[in-house]
């Protein structure tokens, strides 16, 4: 039997939701005097206080739980379990409610809510001194359960609300949720939407997703070198406020750390970066987003070397992930020009091969018999066409003048974004120096050596971070004499484009180089009489007007030049 004491020992219970109701709604250390002043009137004993921030409608709620061990705990003696209302104490509608309290009644345990919703029980035959279950009940019961379960319904009409707009904006093109690195929200008044919110570059974010996009795009670095120059640039993640999983309270900071390969290949495979959305809310059925990325869609599928992939085909987005590359037969570099020439006869691809004769040496050549009679020449009679076509081809001087023009552009952008890497670095570095002198300083208030010991570790680590900065700080820019020297060197190549088409090591390059110099593939008898179809470029009649990302790039003559 429960003996009733004079001075009951109450446990209060104060929950918020989450971290933003704790900073802007119904603060847990208002929860906590609140019920501390009916304790004091009551004349009851406070034995513990258990602020917490956690959901109240989920099943498994680890915090909330203690709270319940607590108080059943029979060496605890406790007898009020106290709490602002009752969405504090549970949003899981009527039926959890119930449970609770039961759970709790039976360890003789009452709930009191500072509201006074939960009245005391009362027994009908208390004036006859008798006392039955049946007959003892509580008059505010049906109250209560209206209230547990109008806790659960408010839950889901407010978040049926605000999800379901974010949602829907989220599927037309506009961002709902903190910023990923390199960008930041902005709200932007629209025609038809009203204000909504978007992603802009991040002034100083930015700089580092564009940077591992382009060095990942150039395939020459693997994605450790790629985040070693990254870290060297001065990158570190983004600081934010560490928080006690219990209260939610600020503990301290994380963040602030050097990229890592795994974080890196993570921002390379996101579709936001080239300004698409896929995500949850979108089914991952991927979305043009309202606002531009940080690369181009060309930038972000060369960098993803078919990982992911993205195309854009009247305005709207897909994806398709680990693509496969088209498989190219194996090619006979003793056969170069294979793929580059047509037979005559059926106009297909020919054949290569060498057949041996009786006494033994092989005869090598081109051959094609695809249901016509049989078309047989020997390599070396199709190499000279071919070569001595070539020698004498001579690009169109509209062309060569475009050419100079465009080569210099490029040239000011790569200066550009080099002008950029070094004013990056220089700020890495006076941020390292001053963080270098702050530790130095505090060495003369230590005298534990272990400590010392420490500090002087993390000065060396500074120090070999700052000479890493300081070295792609003070990286010797090309002057204009260097540009001139190396244009000088491409206008040769490029008015002498025998030297890039025959001597060429790579096939798949040497082919691609010849899809830019015929207008469609020849004929071996279109070789030999000289009337193949050129590209424009090679036409005395060429309009200069030619895309100027298809001079450059794939000629392949920044590739090759010295230095």
């Not at 972000?300 to 070397?305: I, L």
Request: glycine share 4%; hydrophobic share 35%.
């Amino acid at each position: 039997m429960n003996i009733p004491r004079e001075h009951k020992r109450a446990v209060v219970l104060a929950r918020a939701s989450g971290t933003k109701q704790v900073t802007y709604g119904d603060s847990v250390d208002g929860q906590v005097d609140d019920c501390s002043r009916v304790i004091e009137k009551n004349g009851w004993e406070r034995v513990k206080v258990f602020p917490l921030v956690e959901s109240g409608r989920i099943k498994e709620r680890v915090f909330f739980e203690e709270v319940l061990d607590y108080c059943i705990n029979p060496q605890n003696n406790i007898d009020v379990l106290l709490f602002k209302d009752i969405s504090r104490f549970t949003r899981g509608g009527a039926k959890d409610y119930a449970r609770l309290k039961d759970l709790l009644k039976e360890n003789n345990i009452e709930i009191q809510d500072i509201e006074e919703t939960v009245k005391k029980e009362r027994n009908t035959l208390e004036d006859l001194g008798m006392e039955y279950s049946w007959s003892v009940y509580s008059p505010s019961e049906a109250e209560e359960l209206r209230k547990a379960e109008s806790s659960k319904e408010e839950v889901r009409t407010i978040l049926t609300r605000m999800i379901s707009k974010e949602i829907s904006y989220t599927r037309r093109g506009y961002w709902n949720r903190s910023a990923p690195y390199g960008f930041q929200n902005i709200k932007i008044e629209t025609e038809t939407d009203g204000k909504r919110n978007v992603l802009e570059e991040h002034n100083k974010e930015g700089f580092f997703i564009i940077k591992m996009f382009e060095l990942r795009e150039k395939g020459v670095f693997d994605d450790k070198q790629i985040v070693k120059r990254i870290n060297q640039l001065g990158f570190i993640s983004r600081m934010r406020i560490r928080r006690d999983p219990k209260t939610k309270k600020p503990i301290g900071k994380i963040g602030g750390v050097p990229l890592t390969v795994k974080q890196f290949q993570s921002y390379i495979s996101r579709p936001i970066y080239a300004g698409v959305i896929c995500e949850k809310w979108t089914k991952h059925i991927p979305v043009l987003a309202k606002f531009k990325g940080l690369v181009s869609i060309e930038t972000f599928n060369k960098a993803n070397r078919g990982k992911v992939y993205l195309e854009i085909k009247n305005s709207e987005a897909s994806i398709e992930y680990n693509r496969k590359k088209q498989i190219r037969l194996k090619d006979n570099p003793y056969y170069p020009y294979k793929k580059m020439i047509l037979c005559p006869m059926c106009y297909k691809t020919p054949k290569a091969s060498a057949s041996t004769g009786k006494n033994g040496i092989p005869r090598p050549a081109y051959h094609c018999d695809r249901g016509h009679e049989s078309w047989r020449v020997k390599r070396s009679e199709v190499h000279k066409v071919m070569e001595d076509f070539i020698i004498n081809l001579k690009l169109d001087d509209s062309f060569l003048r475009l050419f100079e023009y465009v080569f210099i552009e490029k040239w000011k952008e790569k200066r550009t974004g080099s002008i950029k890497e070094s004013e990056v670095a220089s700020e890495t570095v006076a941020k390292l120096l001053a963080q270098q002198s702050e530790l130095a300083d505090s060495l003369r208030f230590l005298s534990n050596k272990i400590a010392i010991s420490k500090v002087e570790e993390k000065i060396e680590e500074l120090e070999h971070k700052i000479q890493e900065s300081r070295s792609i700080r003070d990286k010797k820019e090309e002057s204009e004499q260097d540009i001139k020297t190396k244009l000088k060197y491409a206008r040769h190549l490029v008015e002498h484009p025998s030297e890039l088409l025959i001597n060429e090591p790579d096939m798949f390059r040497q082919q691609q180089l010849f899809e830019l110099t015929f207008e469609r593939t020849p004929t071996y008898a279109e070789l030999v009489s000289g009337t193949p179809k050129l590209t424009p470029i090679f036409d005395l009649n060429s309009e200069a007007e030619n895309s100027k990302e298809r001079l450059v790039t794939p000629l392949g003559v920044e590739p090759r030049l010295p230095g």
